[in-house]
């Protein structure tokens, strides 16, 4: 009885096994169509933390739209965002520092600046004097608390993994993102940028503009932590760093576009159909 238990259990898991590879090869089919599709993304069942589940998914329908609808309807309206914007890994990470409390705007042009005098490399940001770091990326705002970022970030790199960018995105992703959160100046939605666009790891960043939407449309409260909220999209999502990307860059134009801070445009929005009554704007 014991080991037909055994064999039916060890067939169970392999039925499950299949089944699982073949929904994943069909989204990674969907995803790969020269065609903007909308594909039918898998929920995850992973349960939530109970501190989570609590502030966020109490007294909720189960008629409430799930997150990839969201994503569907978002894809639809704008089609694929191609981001982040960035020549090179280390491009994008430098990127990712400078955007911090800043438009995007405002980094191209300090990127610019860097690329024309060559300083877009882990040796270059090194060796750089730190006033002519600071001159150059100015216009990112907070420049002088940025150049001591920049050089603590390579100096963590230089010391952590010999200067190699190839060499720290083989360390696995939860250490990775605890070395990245102990360098000066690094804070959560950076580290999570950094992972997600110029390491392609299946991390969800945390903004405002995703923070904003959550909030109107009462998927999350404001007294939620960026942990909390984190760990909520990526346990109703499937950990793909493809679909954070594309989701993450969506929310970011809606929320320039639609759901802005004063002044929002909600009867325009491709997510009006889900806004809950409460928050409905009035015609």
Same mark, same amino acid.
């Given at each position: 009885? @014991?080991?037909? !238990?055994?064999?039916?259990?060890?067939?169970?898991?392999?039925? %499950?096994?299949? #089944? @699982?590879?073949?929904?994943?090869?069909?989204?990674?089919?969907?995803?790969?169509?020269?065609?903007?599709?909308?594909?039918?993304?898998?929920? !995850?069942?992973?349960?939530?933390?109970?501190?989570?589940?609590?502030?966020?998914? !109490?007294?909720? !329908?189960?008629?409430?739209?799930?997150?990839?609808?969201?994503?569907?309807? #978002?894809?639809?309206?704008?089609?694929?965002?191609?981001?982040?914007?960035?020549?090179?890994?280390?491009?994008?990470?430098?990127? $990712?520092?400078?955007?911090?409390?800043? $438009?995007?705007?405002?980094?191209?042009? +300090? *990127?610019?600046?860097?690329?024309?005098?060559? =300083?877009?490399?882990?040796? %270059?940001?090194?060796?750089?004097?730190?006033?002519? *770091?600071?001159?150059?990326?100015?216009?990112?705002?907070?420049?002088? &608390?940025?150049?001591?970022?920049?050089? $603590?970030?390579?100096?963590?790199?230089?010391? &952590?993994?010999?200067?190699? =960018?190839?060499?720290?995105?083989?360390?696995?992703?939860?250490?990775?993102?605890?070395?990245?959160?102990?360098?000066?100046?690094?804070?959560?939605?950076?580290? @999570?940028?950094?992972?997600?666009?110029?390491?392609?790891?299946?991390?969800?960043?945390? @903004? %405002?503009? +995703?923070?904003?939407?959550?909030?109107?449309?009462?998927? $999350?409260?404001?007294?939620?932590?960026?942990?909390?909220?984190?760990?909520?999209?990526?346990?109703?999502?499937?950990?793909?760093?493809? #679909?954070?990307?594309?989701?993450?860059?969506?929310?970011?134009?809606?929320?320039?576009?639609?759901?802005?801070?004063?002044?929002?445009?909600?009867?325009?929005?491709?997510?009006?159909?889900?806004?809950?009554?409460?928050?409905?704007? *009035?015609?």
């Amino acid at each position: 009885m @014991d080991r037909c !238990s055994h064999v039916i259990a060890a067939i169970r898991s392999r039925i %499950a096994a299949f #089944l @699982d590879l073949l929904r994943r090869a069909r989204y990674l089919a969907m995803k790969m169509a020269s065609h903007v599709h909308l594909p039918e993304l898998p929920y !995850s069942k992973r349960p939530l933390p109970k501190n989570v589940a609590a502030e966020i998914l !109490s007294e909720t !329908s189960t008629s409430e739209p799930k997150l990839h609808e969201y994503f569907r309807r #978002l894809l639809a309206a704008h089609g694929p965002q191609h981001w982040w914007p960035g020549r090179t890994r280390f491009e994008v990470m430098v990127g $990712a520092i400078l955007t911090q409390n800043t $438009a995007w705007v405002n980094v191209e042009q +300090a *990127l610019s600046k860097l690329r024309q005098k060559k =300083l877009l490399t882990p040796a %270059a940001i090194k060796t750089v004097p730190p006033a002519r *770091l600071a001159r150059l990326i100015r216009s990112s705002g907070y420049f002088r &608390q940025k150049t001591k970022t920049l050089k $603590a970030f390579v100096q963590f790199l230089r010391t &952590q993994y010999a200067g190699s =960018l190839s060499e720290m995105f083989t360390a696995p992703t939860e250490l990775l993102r605890e070395q990245l959160l102990g360098v000066r100046g690094i804070g959560p939605e950076t580290a @999570d940028s950094i992972l997600l666009y110029a390491g392609n790891r299946p991390v969800f960043v945390v @903004d %405002a503009y +995703a923070r904003r939407i959550l909030e109107r449309h009462q998927l $999350a409260q404001a007294k939620l932590s960026y942990e909390e909220i984190r760990n909520f999209l990526e346990a109703n999502l499937p950990q793909d760093a493809s #679909l954070y990307n594309e989701f993450h860059a969506l929310i970011v134009r809606t929320g320039k576009e639609y759901c802005r801070k004063e002044n929002p445009r909600c009867s325009e929005c491709p997510l009006r159909p889900f806004l809950p009554e409460a928050t409905q704007p *009035l015609l």
